[in-house]
């Protein structure tokens, strides 16, 4: 009798427990909101990417180490996946920068051979970037203006051999393309030569080098998503803006910078050294192709257009 006792409650306490269990998660999922079937992540292929972070010295995870990102707990506070609207989350908070950079950033480095920086492409080769990206939240400075974020990019490097030309001590270069998040809209800011009489190793130092005036999309995009592409050939570049409104760059300047070795970098590159300021930036899709036949086709296609 006592046994049968003993296995009576045994059997309730099990139950109760299975009931507990089967209440906190219906709990759970009436608190969030979601349940297992609305669960995104994004599709988003980084096995060709490297991500810096505004931490450490700053801490920089490669492939294939970045594939498991969503387990990795130094990278998850600043790149990480959003469920709810299946996107990855860049979050940059002022912080550690890297050599020549007076900013933070959490933003992905794009690397043709995974794990190594030294194999790039020039105009001539080819590229194409794609994404499709929101910028959530951002801070605002204290005249009420919002800060500002570089949402892409395209970065110039010197070969080993143009470095020891110009007795350089890194590989660094300007960056020919620099995509802003700017109140709402879009700025593009890109480089021209000071002496456009320039050539060879006169043109590899960044002091050859300035800012043209910048260009402003007249679509307010605010922190809804959008889409935006960068296609790069022989001494053309084109960004376009949710597949509608472009900017071509076809000069001297673009036909000279195929000097340059270059990578697309994609993320949250925050302009500010304010302690409170932050932003987040959201990508939903971001993809990239070197394929000769495919950028030749694009172009020749919005040519057309």
């Keep these: 009798m006592q046994n049968h006792i003993k296995f009576k409650h045994s059997g309730l306490l099990a139950l109760g427990v299975v009931f507990t269990l089967v209440f906190l998660v219906l709990t759970r999922s009436s608190v969030c909101g979601q349940t297992r079937d609305d669960y995104n992540l994004p599709n988003i292929d980084l096995s060709h990417w490297k991500v810096t972070l505004p931490i450490g010295k700053p801490v920089e995870v490669s492939p294939p180490e970045i594939l498991d990102y969503a387990n990795n707990e130094v990278v998850k506070p600043y790149m990480y996946n959003d469920s709810t609207d299946g996107s990855l989350v860049f979050y940059a908070i002022p912080g550690a920068t890297t ?39 951002i801070s605002k400075q204290a005249n009420g203006k919002f800060d500002r974020t570089i949402i892409m990019q395209i970065h110039g490097r010197l070969s080993n051999q143009q470095k020891e030309l110009i007795g350089q001590k890194d590989n660094n270069a300007p ?34 080098w300035g800012d043209d005036k910048g260009y402003n999309f007249p679509e307010y995009v605010g922190n809804k998503p959008f889409t935006l592409e960068v296609i790069v050939t ?34 949250n590159y925050l302009q500010s050294k304010d302690p409170s300021a932050f932003a987040k930036v959201k990508y939903y899709a971001l993809e990239v192709d070197h394929s000769e036949v495919n950028v030749a086709e694009k172009t020749k296609k919005r040519k057309k257009d």
Excluded: C
């Design 234 to 267: 022989k001494g053309r570049m084109e960004v376009i803006l949710n597949e509608k409104t472009s900017k071509v760059y076809q000069s001297i300047h673009m036909r000279k910078w195929g000097i340059f070795e270059n990578y697309f970098k994609a993320g």
């Design 175 to 208: 960056p020919i393309l620099k995509i802003y998040w700017h109140n709402g809209y879009v700025r593009v800011k890109t480089k021209v030569l000071k002496d456009i009489n320039g050539a060879g190793k006169q043109i590899l130092g960044k002091e050859a």
């Design 99 to 137: 050599s020549n950079t007076k900013y933070s950033r959490s933003e992905l480095r794009e690397q043709m051979t995974p794990g190594s920086n030294s194999v790039n492409w020039t105009f001539e080769q080819g590229g194409r970037m794609k994404g499709t990206l929101a910028v959530s939240e």
